[in-house]
């Protein structure tokens, strides 16, 4: 059975940090890539970061690269979302995904975890 759960999300002031976290199970977790999407009401998910499998090469969208680190531990099947200096505009409901393509695709999702960034 496969899991997919985020924990870590909160409300926090702008500029302080946060660390997201996905446990995963049900699967070969090292041969997936592992992502962070978040959402915002009325908008389409987002990529935010990406961690490929094998390799672990790291990816960012603009609107976080330099802010937000994302890593992962193959042996414990956990994905993790490092994020600093946080601004309101990151307020989102993050999600995890795991994704594998092969000769079909795999896509795993958690239910999201809302960080709130306010004043």
């Known amino acids: 059975q496969v899991k997919v759960v985020e924990s870590g999300g909160g409300l926090v002031r702008p500029g302080e940090s946060l660390t997201l976290s996905c446990a995963a199970s049900?699967?070969?977790?090292?041969?997936?890539?592992m992502n962070w999407y978040r959402q915002t009401p009325g908008k389409e998910r987002e990529l935010v970061a990406v961690?490929?499998?094998?390799?672990?090469?790291?990816e960012y969208a603009d609107s976080v690269k330099g802010r937000f680190a994302i890593s992962r531990d193959d042996d414990k099947g956990i994905l993790y979302l490092r994020m600093n200096s946080l601004k309101p505009e990151d307020t989102a409901v993050y999600y995890c995904?795991?994704?594998?393509?092969?000769?079909?695709?795999?896509?795993?999702w958690g239910q999201g975890t809302q960080v709130t960034v306010s004043s």
């Open positions: 995904n795991a994704h594998l393509s092969i000769w079909e695709t795999f896509d795993y």
């Open positions: 961690s490929r499998a094998l390799t672990h090469r790291t």
């Open positions: 049900g699967f070969t977790f090292s041969t997936y890539t």
